[in-house]
C-alpha cells in the first residue's frame, strides 16, 4: 500500500518559516492534504488539493507539491502554529486513504 | 456550518462490540457529494482511516479492519454509525467521525472525538 513519509519533528523560531515535508512514490501526481491538530483537539484541515486553504485559515500556510515530496509551508510562525501536522492522500490503487505519521512543531 | 457529534460507550469489554453514532447537524447527509467518514487515533499516535459511507449506503474499509467492520447511514436521522466487533485493547482510540469531499477525499469538517476504552 501507499506510504506517507514525514519527519517526526521540525522545529522553528518565532517569525521564521517552517517547513513539514510529506515524501510518496510520485506524489506529485497524488492531491495531498494537511491538517493540524493541537493537543486535545480534532484536527483541522488547513490545505488540500495540494495548495488551496479552507476559509479561515491564514494565508501564511500554503502547500506545494512536486516529484516525490509534498511541503507544508507555515510563514511569519507563531507561538499559536505549535502543533501536530498530517498530510493526506486517497489511495486510488487501493481505495483507501492515507495518512502520513505526523510531524511535530516546536516553535522555540 | 456543519457539525458532528460522536455518541456512544466510552468503555467496552474485550470481545464485545464497539458501536458509535455520529449526528450531522447544520447541513444535509444525503446530499451526495461527501463521504461519512470515521477515523481514529490511538494514545499518543497518528491518525487512522477506519472508513466510510456514501448516501447511497456504499462504502470503503480500511483493509486491516475488514470483516470486524461494518459503516451505516440513516439519513432520516442524519446519522452515521460505526460497528467494530470482537476488539481487544488495541482497538482503544479516540474515535473521531469527519466529513469527506467525494471529489477528493479530504477531511473538511470533524467531530470533536469521543475516547472509547477497551478493557475488562
Known amino acids: 500500500s501507499y506510504v506517507l513519509t514525514q519527519p517526526p519533528s521540525v522545529s522553528v523560531a518565532p517569525g521564521q518559516t517552517a517547513r513539514v515535508t510529506c515524501g510518496g512514490n510520485?506524489?506529485?501526481?497524488?492531491?495531498v492534504h494537511w491538517y493540524q491538530q493541537k493537543p486535545g483537539q480534532a484536527p483541522v484541515l488547513v490545505v488540500y488539493?495540494?495548495?488551496d486553504r479552507p476559509s479561515g485559515i491564514p494565508e501564511r500556510f500554503s502547500g506545494s507539491n512536486s516529484g516525490n515530496t509534498a511541503t507544508l509551508t507555515i510563514s511569519r510562525v507563531e507561538g499559536g502554529d505549535e502543533a501536530d501536522y498530517y498530510c493526506?492522500?486517497?489511495?486510488?490503487?487501493?481505495?483507501?486513504?492515507?495518512f502520513g505519521g505526523g510531524t511535530k512543531l516546536t516553535v522555540l | 456550518q456543519v457539525q458532528l457529534q460522536e455518541s456512544g460507550p466510552g468503555l467496552v469489554k474485550p470481545s464485545q462490540t464497539l458501536s458509535l453514532t455520529c449526528t450531522v447537524s447544520?447541513?444535509?447527509?444525503?446530499?451526495?457529494?461527501?463521504?461519512w467518514t470515521w477515523i481514529r487515533q490511538h494514545p499518543g499516535k497518528g491518525l487512522e482511516w477506519i472508513g466510510f459511507?456514501?448516501?447511497?449506503?456504499?462504502?470503503y474499509y480500511n483493509p486491516s479492519l475488514k470483516g470486524r467492520l461494518t459503516i451505516s447511514v440513516d439519513t432520516s436521522k442524519k446519522q452515521f454509525s460505526l460497528n467494530l466487533n470482537s476488539v481487544t485493547a488495541a482497538d482503544t482510540a479516540v474515535y473521531y467521525c469527519?466529513?469527506?469531499?467525494?471529489?477528493?477525499?479530504?477531511?473538511?469538517?470533524w467531530g470533536q472525538g469521543t475516547l472509547v476504552t477497551v478493557s475488562s
Open positions: 469527519a466529513r469527506a469531499s467525494s471529489y477528493n477525499y479530504y477531511f473538511d469538517s
Open positions: 447544520g447541513g444535509s447527509i444525503s446530499r451526495g457529494v461527501y463521504y
Open positions: 459511507i456514501y448516501s447511497s449506503g456504499s462504502t
Open positions: 510520485k506524489i506529485g501526481s497524488e492531491a
Open positions: 488539493d495540494d495548495r
Open positions: 493526506q492522500v486517497w489511495d486510488d490503487r487501493s481505495d483507501v486513504v492515507v
